[in-house]
């Protein structure tokens, strides 16, 4: 067994091993605490699991395909609730106080909380999927870093019931991660000319959306948590926002590195050799 293999090996148990903690954590939740609210979380779990096995049955048995298809499915129903609670709640109220500090640590809009859970079970869910199939690379694989950062700080809110609507604007980034899984299937798919049309309207809309969802709306909701730093008192709701914004910033940058170097290859496939992350999920 080489190195790389004996490395990998060891993330795969440290990632199984905080998983398997977070969902002791959840059950004790729910059975002592009787927190039949956090029975969403389940829920996901459950519905993101079967959606795996259909797909698997009916479409295809391939490990990243599958997931890959069910990551493209949490993220158009995630931005539809997402996009579907921040409407309602300004038409409701409008927009004055709505970003508010005392709105956005203390208060829950309509399903902002029952969401936040069912995207919680999703990452639950994929962190699994990823695990079980090896769809990873790497010693400290950043997609799994990424879904431990997220199951913490949701879990963490959840619990706690604090900062639910700040979590919900930074899932304003699941609209750039459906072209990221788009373009993901398409290539399974075979669809790979960079000058049809098709690509070239995916490409406009990566960009975009991983620009305006995702990298500025963080850096936004960031800069929002060093200005209200003061109101939030001597908890560590603030320290464990901050270090999830940091995590969630810096993982965007690589991100974008990413995505930089896959917008070349498919400009120039003459001159690309092997995918990098041929066997790893992106996003």
């Not at 391939?62 to 409407?87: C, G, K």
């Not at 990823?130 to 809110?157: D, E, K, Q």
């Not at 790979?192 to 049309?197: G, H, P, Q, T, Y």
């Amino acid at each position: 067994m080489d190195r790389r293999v004996r490395d990998e090996n060891k993330a795969e148990i440290f990632f199984l091993a905080t998983l398997v903690l977070w969902f002791v954590s959840v059950l004790f939740e729910v059975v002592f605490n009787k927190r039949k609210e956090l029975l969403s979380i389940l829920a996901g779990c459950c519905f993101f699991q079967t959606a795996n096995w259909i797909i698997r049955f009916c479409f295809s048995p391939d490990p990243l395909f599958v997931n890959t298809s069910v990551s493209l499915l949490h993220s158009s129903i995630t931005s539809a609730s997402v996009v579907f609670i921040l409407v309602n709640e300004w038409l409701k109220n409008g927009s004055y106080g709505m970003f508010d500090h005392s709105q956005l640590f203390g208060g829950t809009w309509p399903w902002a909380y029952p969401t936040l859970c069912f995207s919680c079970g999703y990452f639950a869910y994929d962190q699994w999927d990823m695990l079980h199939y090896r769809l990873y690379n790497g010693w400290i694989p950043t997609i799994l870093v990424h879904h431990l950062i997220l199951l913490i700080c949701f879990s963490l809110a959840l619990y706690r019931n604090v900062t639910i609507n700040y979590l919900i604007l930074t899932l304003t980034c699941e609209l750039h991660s459906i072209f990221l899984h788009v373009r993901k299937v398409r290539r399974m798919a075979g669809i790979r000319d960079a000058k049809s049309r098709i690509v070239r309207l995916e490409w406009v809309l990566n960009w975009i959306t991983f620009v305006v969802a995702r990298l500025v709306s963080h850096v936004l909701i960031t800069v929002k948590l060093l200005r209200d730093a003061d109101k939030f008192g001597q908890g560590v709701e603030l320290p464990l926002a901050l270090f999830g914004m940091a995590g969630m910033n810096l993982l965007n940058v690589f991100l974008g590195i990413d995505l930089y170097n896959a917008f070349r290859r498919e400009r120039n496939p003459q001159g690309k050799g092997r995918r990098h992350h041929e066997g790893e999920k992106e996003g």
